[in-house]
């Protein structure tokens, strides 16, 4: 199947710092991409919708200015976790589908980020 | 509020058992019913999926079974084994949306 890459797989950071977090569709395009937020044993929780070449589409409650997201080509997004806190420790991941509208979506292997 | 509701939360199956989880829904848009199958620090991979015109499908030992009046879907895992361990979360979508919209999730542990 198709591969999606997350980078890195975990993170440590200390509050008030921001932090990258990248996805790339490795053997496939994607117009879109979602991005993820995963609590310790709770459900996955769509934040945001990645357009290649668009603003990126926020769930309601999800904090525009800090979670950016860039989705520059069409193997990559990037979400940026701005002025990190403590409460943003949570496992993020990605997934993508390819260009055309097929219906299967390819999940990253996740970020464990943690914020002290 | 949570569109796909997933029971049970979690279930305990002996080895060559079968797992059984199940999902519904109300938003009668929904047309892609995927399984996802997740293990502890990995992201989630896709397990089987089926859409509203057939009432099963079956991979191997995985076997999804839909009602479509009911609005009801299920995960039966036959012959289960020690490495089906995990976390397993239904999902809906609905066509051009792309959205998926997951269920809680629920926790199988196989004793071997």
């Known amino acids: 199947g198709a591969v999606v890459s997350q980078h890195p797989s975990w993170v440590i950071c200390k509050s008030g710092t921001s932090v990258k977090i990248e996805c790339r569709s490795l053997d496939f395009q994607a117009t879109t991409m979602f991005w993820y937020r995963q609590f310790p044993k709770q459900s996955l929780m769509l934040m945001a919708t990645?357009?290649?070449?668009?603003?990126?589409?926020?769930e309601q409650g999800v904090e525009k200015d800090k979670f950016l997201i860039n989705h520059a080509s069409l193997t990559l997004s990037t979400l940026t976790v701005t002025s990190a806190h403590p409460e943003d420790s949570s496992f993020y991941i990605c997934s993508a589908r390819r260009t055309g509208g097929f219906t299967e979506a390819f999940f990253g292997q996740g970020t464990r980020l943690t914020v002290v | 509020q949570q569109q796909v509701k997933q029971s049970p939360q979690s279930l305990i199956v002996q080895k060559g058992g079968i797992s059984i989880i199940n999902c519904a829904y109300e938003n009668t848009a929904f047309d892609y019913f995927p399984w996802y199958q997740q293990f502890p620090g990995k992201g989630p991979a896709l397990l089987i999926a089926i859409r509203p015109d057939v009432s099963e499908k079956k991979e191997g030992r995985f076997t999804i079974s839909f009602n479509k009046s009911a609005k009801q879907f299920s995960l039966h895992i036959m012959d289960s084994q020690p490495g089906d361990s995990a976390t397993y979360f239904c999902a809906a979508e609905s066509t051009g949306d792309y959205k998926l919209s997951f269920g809680a999730g629920t926790t199988v542990t196989v004793r071997a």
């Open positions: 990645s357009n290649e070449g668009s603003k990126a589409t926020y």
